[in-house]
């Protein structure tokens, strides 16, 4: 008979027995990748279940296409357009590789699905916790939906994941992706300001900032010139001055709320642009005061990141990390537009910690409660669309809340990341002088 000192057999140690396997299964690449079909399989065909809200904006990036294939009549080279030149690059590619409708959704999932698979494979080798990083990233994934898969920002994010995955020790290559990342849709730019803040020195940024980003612009900006889209590769600046306070927007959210007892504010579709926007002058002022609030914003949060950076040289990478959280957080909540997608854009940099962070207390507290309210901002942000967009258009009490408590919890995640950067930039590391 064992004696009770002999816990071998005892209930917790088989329990500990279990959990410990049951991890070994978890974090083993088979798992890993059967987690990748499940989840973007049931993201596809949540798709095609939403149809047109979700590959709406692949058929447009279809028309675009093939208008220019068959016509000769080009975005940016035939006239101003909403997007940077770079996203023509893969707006192209399906239609090379099929000729219908059908097809052309096809190829962009399956393009967006293998443009993740990489990020994931050099998100699950990421040491020390890459392999449970992917498994909060597919959560991330799963929690928003399928507007992601349907929309640029479905190639984005995994540029931006790989970015910061490689950011403190390749630099130089990190602000290549970023810069191809911009010039395909503005938001990767968010990296590229939080690289050139933590450089350690002028030569570092020249080095590895300036030079590849300069390099990828002088590539694009002379595809343009050879074109002779000159005129227009820099309008997408101010196409995006000419838009209205969109309804999901951060900034909107007092009047989509006040519609609930005020029924003269107005929720009207521009079919210019294919969105809904918030009119009235009151909403105009507060769309002018986003067009100088964002880059302000941008601005300084960028100095904040500087600073920080230079007073704590030892925890640089998580820096780098709040930065490109912090950017890319006020991107969406000083942004008059408020797509679902662009929430796309802030799953990265947490996948990014995750991967990279340490067991230290202090970056499980920089880094816990941000992954768990960017799971719940995705969550919410499926619920808002397409889940109850019709119900959330329409004011109705139910959407309108949840559309408000997303809003706020954007806010407060972005508070929450100055804030960590702030406390980083009190407590300066302290220096051992040779005696």
């Given at each position: 008979?064992?004696s009770?000192?002999?816990?071998?057999?005892t209930?917790r140690?088989r329990?500990?027995?279990?959990?410990?396997?049951a991890?070994?299964?978890?974090?083993s690449w088979p798992?890993l990748?059967?987690?990748?079909?499940?989840?973007?399989?049931?993201i596809?065909v949540?798709?095609?279940v939403f149809g047109g809200?979700?590959l709406g904006d692949?058929?447009?990036?279809?028309?675009?296409v093939?208008?220019g294939?068959n016509d000769?009549?080009?975005?940016?080279?035939g006239y101003?357009?909403?997007y940077?030149?770079?996203a023509?690059?893969?707006?192209?590619v399906p239609?090379?590789?099929?000729?219908?409708?059908?097809g052309?959704?096809?190829?962009?999932?399956i393009?967006?699905?293998?443009a993740?698979?990489v990020?994931?494979?050099l998100l699950?080798?990421?040491?020390?916790h890459?392999?449970?990083?992917?498994?909060?990233?597919?959560?991330f994934?799963a929690?928003?939906?399928?507007?992601?898969?349907?929309?640029?920002?479905?190639?984005?994010a995994?540029i931006?994941?790989v970015?910061?995955l490689v950011?403190?020790?390749r630099p130089?290559?990190?602000?290549?992706?970023?810069t191809?990342?911009?010039w395909?849709?503005?938001?990767?730019g968010?990296v590229?300001l939080a690289l050139?803040?933590?450089s350690?020195?002028v030569?570092r940024?020249?080095?590895t900032?300036?030079?590849p980003g300069?390099?990828?612009?002088a590539?694009?900006v002379?595809v343009?010139?050879?074109?002779?889209?000159?005129?227009?590769?820099?309008?997408?600046?101010g196409?995006?001055g000419?838009?209205q306070?969109?309804?999901?927007?951060?900034?909107?959210t007092p009047?989509?709320?006040?519609r609930?007892?005020d029924?003269s504010?107005r929720?009207?579709?521009?079919?210019v642009?294919?969105t809904?926007?918030?009119?009235g002058?009151?909403p105009?002022a507060?769309a002018?005061?986003l067009d100088?609030?964002l880059?302000v914003a941008?601005?300084?949060?960028?100095?904040?990141?500087w600073w920080?950076?230079?007073r704590?040289p030892?925890r640089?990478?998580?820096?780098l990390?709040?930065?490109?959280?912090?950017?890319l957080l006020?991107?969406?909540v000083?942004?008059?537009v408020g797509?679902?997608?662009?929430?796309a854009?802030?799953?990265?940099?947490l996948?990014?910690?995750?991967?990279?962070?340490s067991?230290?207390?202090?970056?499980r507290?920089?880094w816990?409660?941000?992954?768990?309210?960017?799971?719940?901002?995705a969550?919410?942000?499926m619920?808002?669309?397409p889940i109850r967009y019709?119900?959330?258009l329409?004011?109705w009490p139910?959407?309108?809340?949840?559309?408000?408590?997303?809003?706020a919890?954007?806010v407060?995640?972005?508070v929450g990341?100055?804030?960590?950067?702030?406390?980083?930039?009190?407590t300066r590391?302290a220096?051992?002088?040779?005696?």
């Amino acid at each position: 008979m064992p004696s009770p000192s002999d816990t071998s057999t005892t209930p917790r140690t088989r329990g500990a027995d279990v959990l410990r396997s049951a991890t070994r299964v978890l974090r083993s690449w088979p798992a890993l990748w059967v987690g990748f079909l499940v989840v973007h399989g049931w993201i596809i065909v949540q798709a095609w279940v939403f149809g047109g809200q979700i590959l709406g904006d692949v058929g447009l990036y279809e028309w675009w296409v093939r208008t220019g294939m068959n016509d000769g009549w080009w975005p940016v080279f035939g006239y101003d357009w909403v997007y940077p030149l770079g996203a023509l690059g893969p707006m192209a590619v399906p239609a090379l590789l099929s000729s219908s409708s059908d097809g052309y959704s096809w190829v962009w999932m399956i393009l967006v699905t293998l443009a993740n698979a990489v990020a994931v494979a050099l998100l699950g080798r990421a040491r020390p916790h890459g392999r449970a990083a992917v498994w909060f990233w597919l959560a991330f994934l799963a929690a928003l939906g399928p507007i992601w898969i349907g929309r640029l920002d479905g190639l984005l994010a995994p540029i931006i994941l790989v970015a910061l995955l490689v950011a403190v020790r390749r630099p130089a290559v990190a602000m290549t992706l970023a810069t191809i990342g911009a010039w395909i849709k503005i938001a990767p730019g968010a990296v590229a300001l939080a690289l050139a803040a933590t450089s350690s020195d002028v030569r570092r940024l020249l080095r590895t900032v300036v030079l590849p980003g300069a390099a990828v612009t002088a590539v694009v900006v002379g595809v343009a010139f050879a074109g002779g889209g000159q005129d227009n590769v820099l309008d997408v600046f101010g196409e995006q001055g000419e838009r209205q306070l969109q309804v999901e927007a951060v900034g909107a959210t007092p009047f989509t709320v006040a519609r609930l007892w005020d029924p003269s504010i107005r929720v009207e579709y521009d079919d210019v642009i294919y969105t809904y926007e918030v009119l009235g002058e009151a909403p105009d002022a507060v769309a002018q005061a986003l067009d100088v609030a964002l880059p302000v914003a941008a601005l300084l949060l960028a100095a904040l990141v500087w600073w920080a950076a230079r007073r704590r040289p030892d925890r640089v990478g998580d820096v780098l990390l709040l930065g490109a959280t912090a950017e890319l957080l006020a991107l969406i909540v000083f942004n008059k537009v408020g797509s679902p997608q662009f929430i796309a854009w802030i799953g990265p940099p947490l996948a990014a910690a995750i991967a990279l962070g340490s067991r230290s207390q202090g970056t499980r507290r920089t880094w816990f409660l941000p992954a768990l309210g960017t799971l719940v901002v995705a969550r919410l942000t499926m619920e808002i669309y397409p889940i109850r967009y019709g119900e959330f258009l329409g004011g109705w009490p139910l959407a309108t809340t949840v559309g408000a408590l997303r809003n706020a919890l954007l806010v407060v995640l972005l508070v929450g990341v100055v804030v960590r950067l702030v406390q980083l930039t009190r407590t300066r590391r302290a220096v051992s002088r040779p005696r």
